[in-house]
């Protein structure tokens, strides 16, 4: 009886082992099959590499690795349904990032803002100033804006730039400009029945920086046709 419960066991210990070799040798074929599709190009070889790597090997990094490369790819659904939506305070300064990134995309902007706020308060930029300030006139938190415009329009420098991509071609404007649009849009915001005319003449300046600001020329037009429908009644 002995001598077969030590078979049974020589058995489980030996199939363990080769579980634990399989293992590794699988873990070795996917980080050659990532780095392979990293060399080509491929960035859903990459996703798929990545994604058995989680499952055979599982690890934060890894895990926030995969969520990036979704959101990269506009895949915002899978990458908040891998990493969660919840601000965790032990959450990684990527994962922090493509929760505030991909909530802002799916048009979750009160969630996304937490998820800003806290990159914000690690460390200032004027990047994370203007999400935070576009994110705010969204909610109609004003005030909040208006610090994010200040330390923005303070801090930007003539080398900034700041892409948009409403028309066909995506263009760029210095991000000094892009301030100055969402300080005339926080103030008709404030109050549309009366701030026409200083939101224009902020959108102006806003031109003056970028002749090719697009969004700025359209905010004008916006705001002068309400302006003209206001007078019209």
Do not use: W
């Amino acid at each position: 009886m002995k001598q077969f419960k030590y078979t049974i066991l020589l058995a489980f210990c030996f199939s363990m082992q080769i579980q634990a070799q399989n293992q590794t040798t699988l873990v070795s074929h996917y980080k050659a099959f990532y780095a392979q599709m990293q060399q080509q190009g491929d960035i859903q070889g990459v996703i798929n590499a990545m994604t058995h790597l989680v499952l055979l090997e599982p690890n934060v990094k890894r895990k926030d690795t995969l969520a990036a490369l979704y959101m990269n790819e506009g895949k915002y659904v899978q990458a908040l349904n891998l990493i969660g939506v919840e601000l965790l305070d032990t959450d990684t300064n990527l994962a922090t990032e493509v929760k505030a990134v991909s909530l802002k995309s799916l048009n979750e902007p009160k969630r996304a803002i937490e998820h800003y706020e806290a990159l914000y308060k690690q460390k200032r930029t004027v990047s994370l100033a203007y999400e935070l300030a576009d994110l705010k006139i969204q909610t109609d938190d004003l005030t909040g804006a208006s610090l994010n415009i200040t330390y923005g329009i303070a801090n930007a420098t003539t080398d900034m730039m700041k892409p948009y991509y409403e028309v066909q071609t995506p263009y760029q404007v210095p991000v000094l400009a892009g301030f100055m649009y969402l300080k005339a849009i926080a103030k008709f915001r404030e109050n549309p029945e009366t701030n026409h005319d200083v939101s224009i003449s902020i959108l102006n300046e806003a031109l003056q920086l970028a002749p090719n600001f697009n969004m700025a020329n359209l905010a004008i037009d916006a705001i002068r046709a309400q302006k003209e429908a206001k007078t019209t009644k």
